[in-house]
T-cell receptor
Framework: AQKVTQAQTEISVVEKEDVTLDCVYETRDTTYYLFWYKQPPSGELVFLIRRNSFDEQNEISGRYSWNFQKSTSSFNFTITASQVVDSAVYFCALSEVLRGAQKLVFGQGTRLTINP | GAGVSQSPSNKVTEKGKDVELRCDPISGHTALYWYRQSLGQGLEFLIYFQGNSAPDKSGLPSDRFSAERTGGSVSTLTIQRTQQEDSAVYLC???????????????FGEGSRLTVL
């Protein structure tokens, strides 16, 4: 069965610090997708990134970067020079292909608080 | 509409009453998902639709929960004889099928917050 583990329940840092959110997954599929979503205090889930299992290149988008390592089944997310607006709950998710669509299995989330 | 629309945004009900939650997905999205998020918890998968059929109902917590989708569009999640532990935010998401050019990204609505007194 698919499983996503986000071991860090809560993280609190001071603004401008770098912070890494860990994500470890389990799957027997050879083809799968990994995602990160952000849930700010307003509640809506915001898509951040999708990575397929064949692409292990790290990705950088502004202050955000992602490190995908199949050898350790991890897909970690780093925020550089954090800002107060980054405060949110962040979810890592793993896809399971079901009849042409993808069901996402989510981790429990990491609540990130950036203090001014 | 431009995004996934859910109604009601907030629902307070008494224990034992039935409730219906509605989801209007993004036009053209063939896949529709219901998730539940209890206070401070992650997202718990409930059910998924591909068109009008539900290939995966494995997440429904009990037989008090049911869902349907008609016309490949709007979906209704029904909870019968509500219990206090049903209190949560019920999130709906939709996506294009992979065959339809989807990338697997789920687009979420803002959720329906259910409080059972």
């Amino acid at each position: 069965a698919q499983k996503v583990t986000q071991a860090q329940t809560e993280i609190s840092v001071v603004e401008k610090e770098d912070v890494t959110l860990d994500c470890v997954y389990e799957t027997r599929d050879t083809t799968y997708y990994l995602f990160w979503y952000k849930q700010p205090p307003s509640g809506e889930l915001v898509f951040l990134i999708r990575r397929n299992s064949f692409d292990e290149q790290n990705e950088i988008s502004g202050r955000y970067s992602w490190n995908f390592q199949k050898s350790t089944s991890s897909f970690n997310f780093t925020i550089t020079a954090s800002q107060v607006v980054d405060s949110a709950v962040y979810f890592c998710a793993l896809s399971e292909v079901l009849r042409g669509a993808q069901k996402l299995v989510f981790g429990q989330g990491t609540r990130l608080t950036i203090n001014p | 509409g431009a995004g996934v629309s859910q109604s009601p945004s907030n629902k307070v009900t008494e224990k034992g009453k039935d409730v219906e939650l509605r989801c209007d997905p993004i036009s053209g999205h063939t896949a529709l998902y219901w998730y539940r998020q209890s206070l401070g918890q992650g997202l718990e998968f409930l059910i998924y639709f591909q068109g009008n059929s539900a290939p995966d109902k494995s997440g429904l917590p009990s037989d008090r929960f049911s869902a349907e989708r008609t016309g490949g569009s709007v979906s209704t999640l029904t909870i019968q004889r509500t219990q206090q532990e049903d209190s949560a935010v019920y999130l709906c998401a939709s996506s294009l099928s992979l065959a339809g050019g989807g990338t697997g990204e789920l687009f979420f609505g803002e959720g329906s917050r259910l409080t059972v007194l």
